[in-house]
Structure formats: structure tokens, C-alpha cells
């Protein structure tokens, strides 16, 4: 990815982060979490878990220092998101950090809120 491209993702407010990595996730039929013996996680202000997912490896590489050093990226099958990921995610309780940033927890929607905003993006391309 172009330095310049990916610094201009890093400096768009979440919401154009979150279309952002609604479309792309989309198109590329991919989605990408951090994984060591476990999938890396994150906490919201109110102390709601939650696992962050970015658009692309390379944006998820960024991510990889601090408390998540120990990480790597890992992909997953937008199918498998769609269909086994959210669902479980919302029966285990847990939310979606959307884009996470090495500034920004990213934005949190419920797996419900996702599955629905990738639906209506996944139309586009039938």
C-alpha cells in the first residue's frame, strides 16, 4: 500500500473509516483480525469487549506493537464472517472494533449492525 494512501486512511473520522472497511471488505472478499493463540481485543469506554477487524493486511500491520506485539495478521473469508463470525460473535455477546487505528480503538457496532451495512453493500454486487 502507497505511504499516502494509507496515510489518509489513518486520518479519516471513523464513520468514513467504518464505510471504508464496509466496502473494501466487501470487494476483497476478505477481512482481517490479529491472532496468537487467540484472536487480539479490545474494550469500548463502557468495558464492552469486543474484536477489531480491518480492511486490509497492511492496516492491521500497523496495529501490531504495544499490547498486541505478539500478533499477526490473520485473513478470513468474508463468507465465513458473514455466516459463522457475526452470528457467533453476537451469541458469545461480544462487539466488532471497526478499523482500529494506533490512535483510535476504531468504531464498535454490534455484529447485527454489521452483518446488516455488509448486506446492503454485498446488493451492489449481485
Not at 97 to 114: E, M, Q, V, Y
Amino acid at each position: 500500500m502507497h505511504n499516502k494512501k494509507m496515510s489518509n486512511l489513518l486520518s479519516m473520522p471513523g464513520d468514513a473509516r467504518s464505510r471504508y472497511f464496509v466496502r473494501k471488505i466487501a470487494d476483497f472478499e476478505a477481512v482481517w483480525g490479529l491472532f496468537e493463540e487467540g484472536w487480539a481485543m479490545v474494550a469500548d469506554d463502557n468495558g464492552q469487549e469486543a474484536i477489531p477487524f480491518w480492511p486490509e493486511k497492511e492496516l492491521a500491520e500497523l496495529c501490531v506493537k504495544g499490547k498486541w506485539e505478539i500478533y499477526h495478521p490473520k485473513r478470513i473469508k468474508l463468507q465465513d464472517f458473514l455466516l459463522k463470525w457475526l452470528p457467533g460473535m453476537k451469541n458469545d455477546g461480544l462487539s466488532v472494533a471497526i478499523f482500529p487505528t494506533p490512535n483510535d480503538k476504531g468504531i464498535i457496532f454490534s455484529p447485527t449492525k454489521l452483518l446488516s451495512m455488509l448486506k446492503v453493500e454485498l446488493k451492489q454486487f449481485e
